[in-house]
């Protein structure tokens, strides 16, 4: 198990995830002044590991993961899910994985070919912007939490187009 936690009083949307132990296990720098959401994955020597960004040009929120600088997966959104996010997790190959979740309780599922390979909450956390990850043995770590940090840059970018209209 991940946990996911955003960092207090810090500059920009930093969060460190932490193992089942508490220890850090990566950091994750947001690169807030980024026109492209960029946020960059490090592992606890602080040596870059995977990279998120968005793509501008897109009909639906589309987020690029690159993992040891390759591409490794893009997550898109699916448009028109009523009370419910639904996202594809676009890997290279047969092996697509779906996110889906409720919008109010924050709970999610990613699943492949209908099995589920990593559980998402943030219902059970008290602390604001924190997620516990759940993943089986055998998913990539670094696939799945980069895809809870484009489910979040999403959500967090609906929040924000919400507020101005």
Do not use: C
């Not at 779906?98 to 559980?119: C, F, Q, S, W």
């Not at 219902?123 to 696939?143: E, F, H, K, N, S």
């Not at 489910?151 to 507020?163: H, I, P, V």
């Amino acid at each position: 198990m991940f946990v996911i936690r955003e960092r207090f009083f810090s500059i920009g949307d930093d969060f460190d995830v932490l193992d089942e132990h508490g220890t850090k296990v990566f950091h994750v720098d947001g690169k807030v002044l980024s026109v492209r959401n960029k946020v960059v994955i490090e592992d606890a020597s602080g040596h870059e590991v995977a990279t998120l960004h968005r793509h501008l040009v897109a009909l639906r929120p589309t987020y690029e993961i690159r993992i040891g600088g390759e591409k490794a997966a893009e997550v898109r959104k699916k448009l028109l899910t009523p009370f419910r996010d639904k996202f594809t997790i676009d890997v290279p190959g047969p092996n697509d994985l779906e996110m889906k979740g409720d919008l109010l309780d924050h709970e999610y599922v990613i699943e492949r070919d209908g099995t589920e390979v990593a559980a998402v909450s943030k219902r059970w956390l008290t602390i604001r912007d924190t997620y516990a990850v759940q993943v089986t043995a055998g998913v990539d770590p670094l696939l799945i939490i980069g895809s809870v940090l484009a489910l979040d840059l999403a959500l967090d970018r609906d929040k924000k187009k919400g507020d101005e209209d």
